[in-house]
């Protein structure tokens, strides 16, 4: 079983920047790949970053790149996105999800999710 608890959302302007965590309690965490995804208002849940166990792989969606870093701290079970340059379409819930031990964007294919983190870019 694994537990996921996100930090760190809040209100920003446009332009400025945003650090969300997620701390996970599992007895394992390098056996999940971690995953960050979204969900606006009216919108299905939208992949946004993930990285592999050792943090040598991460993959983002088009619409963040450049702008979003995804990162993880094995020691302390942890995986973080540091937003920067947000965007008001950057608005939504952000969800801190694990996959054991493949590479997806597909939600469903996600194991385990947070309960969520609210992000509002004001314009």
């Known amino acids: 079983q694994v537990q996921l608890v996100e930090s760190g959302g809040g209100l920003v302007q446009a332009g400025g920047s945003l650090s969300l965590s997620c701390l996970a309690s599992v007895r394992t965490f390098t056996d999940y790949r971690m995953g960050w995804f979204r969900q606006a208002p009216g919108k299905e849940r939208e992949f946004v970053s993930s990285?592999?166990?050792?943090?040598?792989?991460?993959v983002y969606a088009d619409s963040v790149k450049g702008r979003f870093t995804i990162s993880r701290d094995n020691a302390k079970n942890t995986v973080y996105l540091q937003m920067n340059s947000l965007k008001p379409e950057d608005t939504a819930v952000y969800y801190c999800?694990?996959?054991?031990?493949?590479?997806?964007?597909?939600?469903?294919?996600?194991?385990?999710w947070g309960q969520g983190t609210q992000v509002t870019v004001s314009s």
């Open positions: 999800a694990a996959i054991y031990g493949r590479n997806s964007r597909d939600a469903s294919s996600y194991n385990y």
């Open positions: 990285i592999n166990w050792s943090g040598s792989n991460t």
